[in-house]
């Protein structure tokens, strides 16, 4: 059973534009939601993370909207750069010390 | 740099033989983890040691699969008769309070 489904699979958008990539969950244990994001040859790192009691977040250029009723999370990268080229994974996990419950990844491709 | 580093970073092997990873964390990490991640797919927990003790392993983790921590410090994993299924990038990640921090992995190949 996949507990965090992630949309699209790959985006391509032109630079200075919004990337926006779609989660939704089926765990309603989760009370923590990173997202992380992963260059080729590179372990994931963490780039932004919400709770369940906020709807939403923004740190610089990345914001998370999560909508707790409809079990959904969303992260909107503004002003998009070539540099953020790369791989994004949302994640839910059920508490801070547990093991991460990955999505399937969107490859993002922000042209120069 | 996140301080966890990882040994092999690519591992090539033939079917059937035994391979061996090892995983550093830094010294505040009393939590480490172990995930499998396959081309185009997210990481996959397998395994979960607090200090040394295996508190969690994944159904993912065949009777193959075997991990220590000895004191608390280094991990390693092992996979015994490996299969070309089990061809994939094997990341560890530590943790200290909070987040977890993710080495670079190591990439098995099995021929």
């Known amino acids: 059973q996949q507990q965090v489904k992630q949309s699209p699979q790959s985006l391509i958008v032109q630079k200075g534009g919004i990337s926006i990539i779609n989660c939704a969950y089926e765990?309603?244990?989760?009370?923590?939601f990173p997202w992380y994001q992963q260059f080729p040859g590179k372990g994931p790192a963490l780039l932004i993370a919400?709770?369940?009691?906020?709807s939403e977040k923004k740190e610089g250029r990345f914001t998370i909207s999560f909508n707790k009723s409809a079990k959904q999370f969303s992260l909107h990268i503004m002003d998009s750069q070539p540099g953020d080229s790369a791989t994004y994974f949302c994640?839910?996990?059920?508490?801070?010390?547990?093991?991460?419950?990955f999505g399937k990844g969107t490859r993002l491709h922000i042209l120069p | 740099d996140t301080g966890v580093s990882q040994d092999p970073r690519h591992k090539i092997t033939k079917r059937g033989q035994n391979v061996t990873f090892r995983c550093d964390p830094i010294?505040?990490?009393?939590?480490l983890y172990w995930y499998r991640q396959t081309l185009g797919q997210g990481p996959e927990f397998l395994t979960y040691?607090?200090?040394?003790?295996?508190?969690?392993k994944s159904r993912l983790l065949s009777n193959r699969f075997s991990a220590e921590r000895p004191k608390g410090s280094f991990s390693t994993l092992e996979i015994q008769r490996t299969e070309q299924g089990d061809s994939a990038m094997y990341l560890c990640?530590?943790?200290?309070?909070?987040?977890?921090?993710f080495g670079p992995g190591t990439r098995l190949t099995v021929l």
């Open positions: 994640a839910g996990i059920m508490n801070r010390d547990d093991k991460i419950i």
């Open positions: 765990n309603t244990a989760f009370d923590y």
């Open positions: 919400i709770r369940p009691d906020v």
């Open positions: 010294s505040e990490h009393n939590r």
């Open positions: 040691f607090q200090n040394e003790a295996q508190l969690e």
């Open positions: 990640a530590g943790a200290g309070a909070d987040e977890q921090f």
